[in-house]
């Protein structure tokens, strides 16, 4: 009988298991088994385990540390039977550093398509490698640490933004949410509705046959189409097992990145977590002791962080459908919140003028107080300070800036390394015009003096593009403003309105189609009038015709308070421009103290291209750095 000691030398001796023999199998104490396990191994491996090559292949993605698509390690695991044998014989002797930098060159080559894919003049294969791949991968890691690195705003025409509106029979739209290709709305009469946005005109009508089209091209769709809606249900409100809201006002909604839940937020009470596809409620949480105000996002995941009234902000996770935890320290109710990719959120306090800064895992806040500084009004003095106003709007820049809106008009811009205000804007969207003195006194022949001073337009919307220095605010001057981050981070700089070209052309058609009426119905005076009655009436025609066009002008394309504002992108990282979706409405989204009766109950959506790019242009830029780099 052998055993382990009398055994020869070749056979006590461990052999290297190649990849088509058996998994290494676990040492066994000595005796009784020994024998049996000395015998196995003297018999060649006939069978071999279908996931051993499977396991090998997880082993080696956990050892890369590098970030691969899905994709490829679902084929890469797909394909075991055959080139997963033979991978890993040839490279069954490599080191775990040589196994890193095997998978970060197919990363790499993955990034690689992809760049030419994007780019239309990427005719240099060294110059994608030099400049175009580099780029990308600095872009990864910018957004793994959560920092700004994407320089949208001189690559995007907002002044061609073409706009198309549309509305239906419903209250104040209070909030609009994306999530491509699809936006849902919320009405303060208790509805959330569900649209189909449009594909761009390119590709809306595809051609599937290689001959030319006999007949011209049918014309582009512009407005969405509605898919579905839900309505609130007042008789339910002492139903305590009903699922959705029960009161009209829906003041906010939010839409998750994977399409699968819309979520909610009513006067009364309740935050409701909808089907995304058929918008049928699935949970109402009730935690709240107040009116849910606003709702967000983190980034990328199904946890999501509740504002309300109550002065409180929670923490949920939709995964599980779950309560995580309450966020305390606001003095005022909380209008509005935003969040990122990481576990932090930065909400704002209304009339306690704070801005605080959540850490969620850390259960720590910062805390930045707004307001006109005494140093800034002293040196001032013959400039009119404003009162301030109550902080009603936030949007995160990264995950280190952050820019707040109030009821004065004032956009200003935070960093997490400073209490105070890196940068504030005064008046960003203008001052109303001033009251007659009959709107303001009932007297026969009012005083002057007693009409008040002009106030500014608060902000009533704000958004940013994550990770980027696009920055958007919206007011009700009829026009949503658009803002950029400076390089050195400090400043907010304005860059213009979105679609004021289209609009003014707009406006000279149809000053342009109103002369021709004019012209008409001067042709038919003609007859009965003078030749020095003529004149008078043309120069007064031309004077009422300039007055509207100005009239027009400061109405603006947005007929409404501006109440909410998405955006999206077109394509593979934005590479066919954004969509804008914008609410209106005829009152404010949480109040009333703001009416505008020639204002619209709905929405507009702005198709914002990209800046046409020619073919020379990289080689001049180019050419100039170059010309920089000798002078310096």
Request: hydrophobic share 30%.
């Amino acid at each position: 009988m052998s055993s382990f000691f009398t055994a020869p030398a070749g056979e006590k001796k461990r052999k290297r298991a190649s990849a088509n023999n058996e998994a290494p199998q676990k040492r066994v104490a000595t005796g009784k088994s020994t024998a049996k396990s000395s015998s196995s191994a003297k018999a060649p491996a006939t069978k071999s385990r279908p996931a051993a090559p499977k396991k090998a292949v997880e082993r080696d993605e956990s050892i890369s540390g590098s970030d691969i698509d899905s994709d490829d390690g679902d084929n890469y695991e797909r394909d075991e039977g055959s080139e997963g044998e033979g991978e890993e014989s040839d490279h069954e002797g490599e080191t775990a550093a040589e196994k890193r930098l095997r998978l970060a060159q197919r990363y790499l080559d993955k990034a690689r398509q992809e760049v030419e894919l994007e780019d239309e003049y990427a005719f240099d294969a060294e110059q994608i490698d030099r400049d175009l791949l580099a780029e990308r991968l600095q872009e990864d890691v910018a957004e793994a640490k959560g920092k700004v690195y994407r320089q949208l705003a001189s690559k995007l025409n907002f002044d061609g933004a073409a706009h198309t509106q549309f509305r239906w029979n419903s209250g104040t739209v209070t909030s609009v949410a994306v999530c491509a290709p699809y936006a849902y709305t919320t009405t303060k009469d208790g509805y959330l509705t569900k649209w189909k946005l449009q594909d761009l005109p390119k590709n809306q009508w595809p051609q599937t046959t290689k001959k030319k089209p006999k007949k011209p091209p049918a014309p582009p769709k512009k407005k969405p189409e509605r898919v579905c809606f839900n309505r609130a249900n007042p008789t339910k409100v002492k139903d305590k097992t009903y699922q959705g809201h029960t009161n009209a006002a829906i003041l906010t909604v939010k839409a998750s990145s994977d399409g699968k839940f819309v979520v909610t937020g009513g006067a009364d009470k309740r935050m409701v977590v909808h089907d995304a596809e058929t918008l049928k409620p699935i949970r109402a949480f009730t935690q709240h002791r107040d009116a849910v105000t606003s709702l967000a996002f983190r980034r990328g995941t199904n946890q999501i962080f509740s504002a309300s009234k109550d002065r409180t902000v929670k923490v949920w996770s939709l995964d599980e459908l779950a309560y995580v935890e309450t966020l305390f320290g606001h003095q005022d109710e909380i209008p509005d919140i935003d969040a990122l990719a990481g576990e932090r959120c930065v909400s704002v306090g209304a009339r306690d003028r704070t801005a605080r800064y959540w850490k969620v895992p850390e259960e720590s806040q910062l805390v930045f107080r707004g307001g006109v500084s005494e140093k800034k009004s002293s040196k001032n003095r013959d400039q009119e300070v404003h009162h301030d106003g109550t902080m009603d709007q936030v949007a995160m820049i990264d995950d280190e800036l952050f820019v707040t809106g109030d009821s004065a008009g004032t956009l200003a811009l935070w960093g997490i390394n400073r209490k105070k205000a890196l940068f504030q804007q005064p008046c960003a969207h203008g001052i109303d015009p001033p009251l007659k003195p009959t709107e303001v006194s009932a007297d026969a022949e009012p005083d002057e003096s007693v009409v008040p001073t002009p106030q500014p337009r608060a902000i009533t919307a704000l958004r940013t593009i994550p990770y980027s220095d696009v920055i958007l605010s919206g007011s009700w001057d009829g026009f949503v403003r658009v803002w950029r981050l400076s390089e050195d981070k400090k400043k907010i700089l304005p860059v213009g309105v979105l679609g004021s070209s289209n609009a003014l052309q707009q406006l000279d058609q149809a000053e342009a189609q109103k002369q021709k009426e004019e012209a008409k119905k001067a042709a038919k005076a003609e007859k009965k009038e003078s030749s020095s009655g003529e004149e008078q009436a043309d120069d007064e025609a031309s004077v009422d015709g300039s007055q509207d066009k100005k009239k027009k002008q400061e109405s603006g394309l947005i007929r409404g308070i501006i109440n909410d504002i998405a955006i999206f992108e077109r394509g593979d990282r934005g590479r066919d421009g954004i969509c804008i979706v914008v609410a209106t409405g005829k009152e404010m989204r949480l109040g009333r103290w703001k009416y505008m009766k020639e204002g619209r109950n709905g929405a507009t959506i702005f198709e914002v291209p990209k800046v046409a790019r020619r073919a020379g242009a990289k080689d001049e830029d180019e050419s100039e750095g170059e010309g920089d780099e000798e002078e310096a």
